[in-house]
């Protein structure tokens, strides 16, 4: 898993939601944000733009290694 996966992945368990109501708030498929968590793919800038949005997270936080 990269480490913008498993952010994202740790952002989801803490707002307590599972991956299909995540996936639809941020308007990706199930399947799509499973591959993010998992490290087989990125999120798209429009993905991260989602997330910025609708959960007020400051994309430094993804990007840096070293947290």
Same mark, same amino acid.
């Given at each position: 898993?990269?480490?913008?996966?498993?952010?994202?992945?740790?952002?989801?368990?803490?707002?307590?939601?599972?991956?299909?109501?995540?996936?639809?708030?941020?308007?990706? =498929?199930?399947?799509?944000? =499973?591959?993010?968590?998992?490290?087989?793919?990125?999120?798209s800038?429009?993905t991260?733009?989602?997330?910025?949005?609708?959960?007020?997270?400051?994309?430094?936080?993804?990007?840096?290694?070293?947290?």
């Amino acid at each position: 898993m990269n480490k913008i996966g498993a952010k994202i992945r740790i952002l989801r368990k803490q707002l307590n939601l599972n991956q299909n109501d995540f996936a639809e708030t941020i308007g990706i =498929s199930q399947g799509r944000l =499973s591959e993010i968590e998992q490290g087989k793919t990125r999120p798209s800038a429009e993905t991260l733009y989602e997330l910025r949005k609708r959960f007020n997270i400051d994309l430094n936080w993804l990007f840096d290694e070293g947290q």
